[in-house]
């Protein structure tokens, strides 16, 4: 039992070491705010609706009204039934945000590490080198809580995998199955699916190793239990996946209905996004560079300008108000000159680690230096995006779902995982004695010639190898002045050479450390030591310039983003279903979504009919979206930037009788028939739907009138009334997989009509209509949830009796 605590001591203090560093890097948490994170502020304006919803009925609705016209909730934050594993993952995460994600890197990297077989010292540094590279950090700061969520798990899941396949059969499968569930329930597709890639490539260097070892059957085994595992963790998060699936296919991410551009020329029917839109965030291949060196490209489109600056000189020049310009910095968003419309910083991975992982290509041997480096590479071609096109282009024509991803720079996260690996494995290898001397004196000199000799030729040549020149400096010469951006190169090459002095010292430090020590002059616990704490600083310098304090306000101020406006006020004093439109918000903002039914919102995944409408009439300056959708109220500024309510006259309202239908063949000519029409009198229906219509019984009836009388976000009642059959066009989004109608209790059939909206034939005499969102993939889902985590318990369970038997029957035995 002793040797028992003596074993576990370490790790207790370690994972105590994680808490009180992680909380004391978003320190502002213990005293009660919160961090101001942009992408969380619009997700609450795009969930107010459901969480409002939630806390008065204790239930969820699923559909929310108050973004893009109507859409599901599923990856809005819903929460599903039976998802034991969300209970889970919410116990793992107990510490305050942000500073739980910064515990979740920790604790996910070191287990991988104690599972290559790595001691608590160097599996300790790992994690903290892991934790604080910047990029992590930065996604942190922004509010890509989510990306963070999905990326911490990914360590887990590959200790599951490579305990399978070091024969670990039983508790690698169970690690494996939780942790890819918990990695699903971070509900982050594109990381989880970067993940999928790097599972590959470990799959390979696995197989590869098995032929030259002859141990087929044991991989086979390995791959067929981790199958199994997956199939189980697919299985508990049944419900929100199946869920996503479902409103992926009518999403911008699925196929569209169209084979028309707005102009009339034809287009390729896409299951996935456009390659332009995919390839907006391309890293620049010589960026590349700032793993390495932060400041090589100048850090962030909103670096901090600093006192002694040349553009702070420039500004004093100008006359501005020495108190003034600290709060000018990032107004113009200078500093970064990189080849990406924007970054909020660089993707740093720490000079020292950079250092480590070359000397891990010399060190370390067989199929981990192999696995590691190719997904190394692979991430790093694949960010390269249009400035590597024929690569990229490959991967979105021919490469299962990867066209469904935009933003590729978002793969370095596989750089970001494997280079600290090798890294730590290359400095465990150099302070071994088992490895002859010569070897690893060599290995450390060609390591400090490689990165120490590549950051003093970007030191001695700067001014021949860069430019230092955005791609936006022509516009802000042409309004500033040359001596404005001659200001700003002068402070784009001081980061670089502050920054670039820095690596290099950096470098050198840590080649003496390991040095010193392989000529016995220091310890093994020294060097561990002295590199973590050099490691710490390295990063965390950096991270403090994106993500710190200032990042932190009062909770109530991050619990309440958006505050009313005059003309929010004047909407809301009218207490009838409409919906709004914000013309310096348009679709992309969910400021609108927080007080009102809005058309726009802020979304990866924007329903598509939606988009389409956009695209073909809202963007040319058409109404016909905003009639159809009801918007009676546009949100506009005067010259002078104040806000102003129009109202629409033109808006259709809830619900209407038509009198005529004009059918049409398919999704273009439906779109197409919608300019110059008035869709209060005439209904734009697709041909397949004749079967469900009377066209003949349309005669005038002037006392016919139907009209909304309740409206939840998961339902809808009408009553209407008139004296023959009438067809009824309702101001609500087409979705048929899970609103169900019904006329007087019973069950009924709608239709598509006007390219977006529902339609149903209505009965002669009155009726009540109501519409319920029931999506049957939420029961259905949920079932198969709980049949699978029942599954996982008594795995699991058996698994720890089988070990405590096991241990008790060798106890009895000694």
């Known amino acids: 039992m002793n040797f028992s605590i003596k074993k576990i001591l370490p790790h207790v203090a370690v994972v105590f070491v994680f808490v009180v560093t992680a909380l004391l890097y978003f320190s502002p948490v213990l005293s009660g705010k919160k961090m101001f994170q942009s992408d969380i502020q619009q997700y609450r304006g795009m969930a107010k609706e459901q969480m409002d919803f939630r806390e008065q009925t204790g239930s969820e609705p699923y559909w929310t009204d108050a973004a893009f016209g109507g859409m599901p909730t599923y990856q809005l934050g819903a929460k599903y039934p039976n998802n034991w594993i969300k209970s889970l993952d919410l116990s793992i995460r107990f510490l305050p945000r942000p500073a739980d994600y910064l515990f979740l890197y920790f604790i996910g990297f070191y287990i991988l590490l104690l599972v290559l077989k790595l001691d608590w010292r160097y599996a300790g540094l790992g994690a903290l080198a892991f934790g604080f590279s910047s990029y992590l950090i930065i996604i942190l700061g922004v509010g890509h809580n989510a990306k963070a969520h999905a990326i911490a798990y990914m360590p887990l899941v590959l200790s599951g995998i490579l305990l399978v396949f070091r024969r670990k059969y039983i508790w690698g499968f169970i690690l494996t199955a939780l942790a890819l569930a918990l990695e699903i329930v971070a509900n982050h597709v594109q990381m989880t699916y970067y993940l999928m890639l790097l599972i590959l490539i470990l799959g390979i260097a696995y197989l590869v190793d098995a032929v030259r070892k002859k141990e087929l059957p044991h991989y086979f ?68 560079l700032d793993l390495f060196i932060a400041g090589l490209y100048g850090g962030s489109n909103s670096e901090p300008y600093k006192a002694d600056s040349e553009f702070a000189s420039f500004l004093l020049k100008q006359g501005v108000p020495p108190a003034q310009i600290g709060s000018i910095y990032g107004q113009f968003g200078l500093y970064y000159w990189g080849s990406q419309p924007g970054v909020s910083g660089p993707a740093y991975l720490g000079a020292i680690v950079v250092f480590l992982f070359v000397l891990g290509l010399f060190l370390v041997k067989g199929r981990l230096k192999w696995w590691l480096l190719g997904g ?36 370095q996260v596989i750089t970001e995982l494997c280079v600290p690996v090798l890294a730590i494995f290359g400095l465990y290898k150099v302070l071994q004695v088992t490895l002859p001397i010569e070897e690893r004196l060599n290995a450390l000199k060609w390591s400090t010639g490689i990165t120490g000799g590549l950051a003093l030729i970007l030191l001695i040549f700067k001014g021949s190898l860069f430019s230092f020149a955005g791609g936006n400096d022509a516009y802000f010469v042409q309004n500033f002045g040359m001596e404005f951006m001659n200001a700003v190169k002068a402070d784009r090459k001081a980061i670089f050479v502050n920054d670039t002095i820095k690596t290099l010292i950096l470098v050198l430090l840590a080649a003496y450390l390991i040095w010193f020590y392989i000529k016995n002059k220091i310890s093994e616990n020294l060097v561990i030591v002295a590199i973590t704490i050099l490691v710490v600083f390295d990063l965390v310098q950096v991270d403090r310039r994106y993500v710190n304090a200032e990042n932190f306000m009062a909770a109530r101020m991050v619990e309440q983003p958006f505050q009313k406006s005059a003309a929010d006020m004047q909407i809301l004093q009218d207490t009838t279903r409409y919906r709004v439109y914000e013309q310096s918000i348009g679709l992309n903002g969910a400021r609108t979504s927080y007080f009102h039914s809005s058309i726009g919102g802020y979304h990866g995944a924007k329903p598509g009919r939606l988009a389409d409408l956009a695209d073909f009439y809202l963007y040319q300056g058409k109404m016909a979206p ?189």
């Open 221 to 288: 085994k390995s791959v067929g239990i981790l199958c199994l595992a997956v199939v189980l963790a697919v299985g508990t998060n049944a419900a929100s996946l199946m869920a996503t699936s479902e409103y992926s296919a009518t999403s911008t991410r699925g196929k569209s209905e169209l084979t028309i551009n707005p102009d009339g020329t034809t287009k390729e029917r896409s299951a996935g996004l456009d390659k332009a839109y995919i390839n907006q965030y391309s890293y620049g291949i010589s960026e590349t």
């Open 376 to 411: 190394t590479l692979l991430s790093l071609l694949l960010s390269y995006g249009s400035n590597l096109a024929w690569f990229t282009n490959l991967w979105i024509d021919y490469f299962p779902l990867y066209n469904k991803f935009r933003a590729v720079t978002s793969i």
């Open 626 to 814: 905003l009639n159809l959708l009801n918007v009676k109220y546009v949100i506009t500024q005067d010259e002078e930037g104040a806000e102003q309510v129009q109202i629409n006259p033109q808006a259709n309202g809830n619900v209407w009788f038509i009198q005529n239908v004009k059918f049409v063949p398919d999704a273009n000519a439906e779109i197409m028939a919608l300019e110059n029409l008035n869709t209060l009198q005439t209904a734009v229906i697709q041909d397949n739907y004749k079967s469900l219509i009377e066209k003949q019984l349309f005669t005038e009836d002037t006392t016919a009138t139907i009209k909304l009388t309740e409206h939840k976000p998961n339902y809808l009642k009408y009553e209407s009334s008139s004296q023959n059959e009438r067809l009824a066009v309702f101001s609500e989004v087409y979705y048929p997989d899970g609103w169900n109608a019904y006329i007087d209790g019973e069950k009924a059939s709608y239709f598509k009509a006007d390219y977006i909206l529902r339609a149903m034939m209505v009965p002669e005499g009155k009726h009540i209509i109501e519409f319920k969102f029931e999506p049957q993939v939420v029961e259905t889902g949920g079932t198969i949830s709980l049949a699978s985590n029942i599954i996982l318990l008594l795995i699991i369970l058996g698994a720890l009796f089988m070990s405590f038997r096991n241990r008790t029957n060798s106890e009895e035995k000694a």
